[in-house]
C-alpha cells in the first residue's frame, strides 16, 4: 500500500483537524451516530489519542467504543473521471467506517494502515464521515490484554478473599482495559487521515531491490516491480525514472512492470550518511486525461547476517541506542512532527544510530525522517503480552501473520528499516510441551518475514529474561535479541552480582554461535533523586547501571548492538511499579537528559558505527 502523496497525478486531501467525538458503550455504539450528527459532541483533534484531550471527562479510563464524526466537503471536479480513497494511517484498536450512513467496512489492529475505496460513494459537496473505534484489548487482540480486571503492573493479591471480591466488583461496575504490556492504551484515531484522488488506472505498489553494490560511487544493480490497478493499464505503459538527490536522472526503464536498472555510479545509504534517490513511476495516458505518477524513494544499500555479524553494505554495523514509543504529553500516541524531529536531533545528539519501534510499527513519518538522517530502524509488530494459551490459537496466527504481512507491505521500501521483529517478550521458557508450542508457532512466522520481504532482511523475535535453557525459539532467529534487566528487577541494586550473573548467561549464547545484540537493558530513574552511593531510582545509579553493564559486552565481538531501555520516560497504566510511568528513559517524558545520557553520549560518541 503506497502512502499517499500529492503529485501531477494525484491529490490528497487532509482529513486531520477537529472532529467531533463521544464516548459509547463497552460493547457497543447506537447506529444513529453513524448516520446522523452526533448529538451534544466533544471536539477531539485527529490525528491525537483521545485520552489526554478532555478534562471533563475520565478518557484515560474510558473501556470500549467511541465515535468520531466529521464532514468532508468534496469539490466535483476532484471526482470526475478518477477513484478516490479514504485512508486511515492507523485507528487503535479497532475500528467500523461509515459514509453517508453506508457501513464501508472494518479494520481490526491498530498500529498500520487501511483503505476504502469511495469512488461510488463519495458526493460531490458534503459526505459525513463517521468512524466508530475499540480501545478493548484481549486474549485475541494484538497486543495482548488479559481478562477479568488482572493488572500486569498492579497488586495481584490473589488468594485473600476480599481481593478476589473487589476484583469482581470492578469487572461488573468498572471494566478497565488490563494491558498484558508496559504501555498506555492510547487509542482512537491516533494517526493521519487522509481522501486520496488518484486516475481510474493506477499504480498499486512499488517495490525497489538493491541487487548489488560495488564500493561508494561504483555501479550498482536495483530491481524494481510495480503493480498496476484499476481497468486498461498495461506493462507497456509503465516508465520508471532514477533520480538522484540533486535532481539528475541518472537510469532509466520502459516498458516492464519489472525489471533491472543499473546505476553507473551509485552513492549509498550509510547510517550516519544518508543518500536517497527517488524512482519517478509513471503509467502513461491509458485512454484518459492523465496517466499516474508516483515517486518513491528508495536507499541503495544491501544488508546480510554473516556469521555472529550484521552487515550493512557488507560492513560490520554496532546497534547504538534504545527501544522508543510514540508518546508525549497530550498526544499520547499521536502522531506528531515536531516530535519526531526534536527526537531524532536527540538520537544524533546522543552519539546513537539506531531504534527499535517497540512495541509496534510506528506512523510512516517517521520511518521518512529515518531515512534522510541515516537512522537504523528494526521494525516490529504490535504482538507484545503473548503467552503459552496463544501459541496454538489458529485465529490468533492468522491474525499475526497479517500484521507481519501488512507490515513489510508498508515498510518494505524503508532504506532505515533493517530488522524485522515479529514480536516483543513472548513468554516462552516454561520447557516441555509449551516451549515447543512456542517453536512450532514463531518457526513459520520467521519463513514467512523471509518469503514476504522483497529485500529478504533478518527476522528476530525479541526475547524476555528468561530460562534461556529451556528457550527453543530465540536461538532459532537470525539474530539473537535479549532484553535482560540484571540489576534492576533481577539481582536489584546490586551491580556486582548483576554483572556476574550476565557473564554466566553470556557464556550459554557464545556457545549458540550467533549475533546477538541486546534490545532492553536498563533502570527506572527519577530526575532529581541523587545519593553519593547512588541506590535504586537515582541518577547515579542509572549511569553506574549503564557503565558496568555496557563494559561487559565490550569483551565480545559478537555483540552486535546495545539497544537501552527507553530512549525516554513514557506513560503507562497506573500501579504501584510506576511513578507516573516508567521512568526508564535516559530522558524525562519532556526530552531533557538525565545523567545517563551524558554517559552514554561520550560513550557512543566514541564507538564507531561500523567495526
Ligand atoms: C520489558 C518490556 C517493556 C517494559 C520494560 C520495563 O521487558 O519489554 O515493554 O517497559 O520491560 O521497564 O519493565
Not at 550493512?312 to 498526544?331: A, T, V
Amino acid at each position: 500500500m503506497l502512502y499517499p502523496q500529492t503529485n501531477a497525478a494525484r491529490t490528497v486531501v487532509s482529513l486531520d483537524g477537529v472532529w467531533n467525538f463521544r464516548t459509547a458503550g463497552a460493547t457497543d455504539y447506537p447506529t444513529e451516530w453513524t448516520d446522523a450528527p452526533l448529538p451534544e459532541p466533544m471536539p477531539m483533534a485527529v490525528p491525537g489519542s483521545y485520552n489526554d484531550q478532555n478534562d471533563e471527562t475520565n478518557l484515560r479510563a474510558h473501556y470500549g467504543w467511541v465515535v468520531y464524526q466529521r464532514t468532508v466537503e468534496v469539490p466535483a471536479a476532484l471526482l470526475k473521471n478518477s477513484r478516490a480513497v479514504l485512508r486511515f494511517d492507523a485507528a487503535t484498536h479497532a475500528a467500523d467506517v461509515y459514509l453517508n450512513g453506508e457501513k464501508l467496512g472494518s479494520h481490526k489492529g491498530g498500529f498500520l494502515p487501511f483503505e476504502f475505496d469511495v469512488t461510488d460513494k463519495l458526493k460531490a459537496g458534503s459526505n459525513l464521515l463517521a468512524v466508530a473505534i475499540d480501545n478493548r484489548v484481549n486474549q485475541s487482540t494484538l497486543p495482548v490484554g488479559n481478562e477479568g480486571n488482572v493488572a500486569f503492573f498492579g497488586s495481584d493479591n490473589a488468594g485473600i478473599p476480599s481481593v478476589e471480591a473487589g476484583k469482581q466488583w470492578a469487572l461488573e461496575h468498572t471494566p478497565q482495559n488490563m494491558p498484558n504490556f508496559d504501555f498506555f492504551n492510547f487509542a482512537g484515531l491516533n494517526r493521519h487521515v487522509e481522501l486520496y484522488i488518484t486516475p481510474k488506472s493506477y499504480i498499486a505498489d512499488i517495490a525497489v531491490i538493491t541487487k548489488s553494490i560495488g564500493g561508494e560511487g561504483e555501479p550498482a544493480v536495483i530491481g524494481y516491480d510495480v503493480t498496476l490497478g484499476g481497468e486498461g493499464a498495461a506493462p507497456a505503459d509503465v516508465h520508471v525514472s532514477i533520480v538522484d538527490a540533486s535532481g539528475a536522472t541518472v537510469a532509466e526503464a520502459s516498458g516492464a512492470t519489472a525489471g533491472d536498472i543499473e546505476i553507473p555510479a551509485a552513492h549509498l545509504w550509510n547510517p550516519g550518511a544518508a543518500y536517497l534517490y527517488t524512482a519517478v513511476v509513471t503509467l502513461a495516458d491509458a485512454g484518459e486525461e492523465v496517466g499516474d505518477e508516483y515517486r518513491q524513494t528508495f536507499g541503495v544499500r544491501t544488508i546480510e547476517v554473516k556469521g555472529r555479524q550484521f552487515l550493512i553494505n557488507g560492513k560490520p554495523f554496532y546497534f547504538k541506542g534504545f527501544g522508543k514509543h510514540e508518546d508525549s504529553f497530550f498526544h499520547g500516541r499521536g502522531t506528531d512532527q515536531v516530535l519526531n524531529v526534536k527526537d531524532v536531533s536527540l538520537i544524533h545528539w546522543l552519539g546513537a544510530n539506531s531504534f527499535r519501534t517497540s512495541h509496534y510499527p510506528y506512523a510512516e513519518n517517521m520511518y521518512d525522517l529515518c531515512d534522510r538522517e541515516g537512522i537504523v530502524i528494526i521494525d516490529e509488530t504490535p504482538a507484545v503480552g503473548m503467552s503459552w494459551p496463544q501459541y496454538t490459537d489458529k485465529a490468533l496466527f492468522e491474525h499475526h501473520s497479517q500484521v507481519i504481512r501488512d507490515m513489510i507491505a508498508r515498510d518494505k521500501n524503508h532504506p532505515c528499516v533493517v530488522m524485522w521483529s515479529i514480536a516483543n517478550e513472548p513468554w516462552y521458557d516454561q520447557g516441555g510441551e509449551k516451549s515447543e508450542n512456542a517453536l512450532k508457532y514463531f518457526t513459520p512466522l520467521r519463513d514467512l518475514v523471509h518469503e514476504v520481504d522483497p529485500q529478504g532482511r533478518p527476522a528476530t523475535v525479541v526475547c524476555c529474561q528468561n530460562d534461556y535453557t529451556k528457550d527453543l525459539v530465540t536461538r532459532t532467529m537470525d539474530v539473537v535479541c535479549l532484553n535482560r534487566y540484571y540489576g534492576w528487577y533481577n539481582l536489584s541494586g546490586n551491580l556486582d552480582a548483576a554483572c556476574y550473573a550476565l557473564n554466566v548467561e553470556l557464556d550459554f549464547w557464545d556457545e549458540i554461535g550467533k549475533p546477538v545484540m541486546f534490545t532492553e537493558y536498563g533502570a527506572d530513574t527519577v530526575e532529581g533523586i541523587h545519593g553519593t552511593h547512588g541506590e535504586m531510582f537515582s541518577e547515579e545509579y542509572q549511569r553506574e547501571y549503564f557503565a558496568r553493564v555496557d563494559a561487559e559486552f565490550d569483551k565480545r565481538d559478537w555483540i552486535i548492538g546495545e539497544q537501552l531501555w527507553n530512549f525516554a520516560d513514557f506513560s503507562t497504566i497506573q500501579g504501584p511499579m510506576r511513578v507516573e510511568g516508567n521512568r526508564k528513559g535516559i530522558l524525562t517524558r519532556d526530552r531533557q537528559p538525565k545523567m545517563a545520557a551524558h554517559f552514554l553520549r561520550d560513550r557512543w560518541k566514541a564507538i564507531p558505527d561500523f567495526g
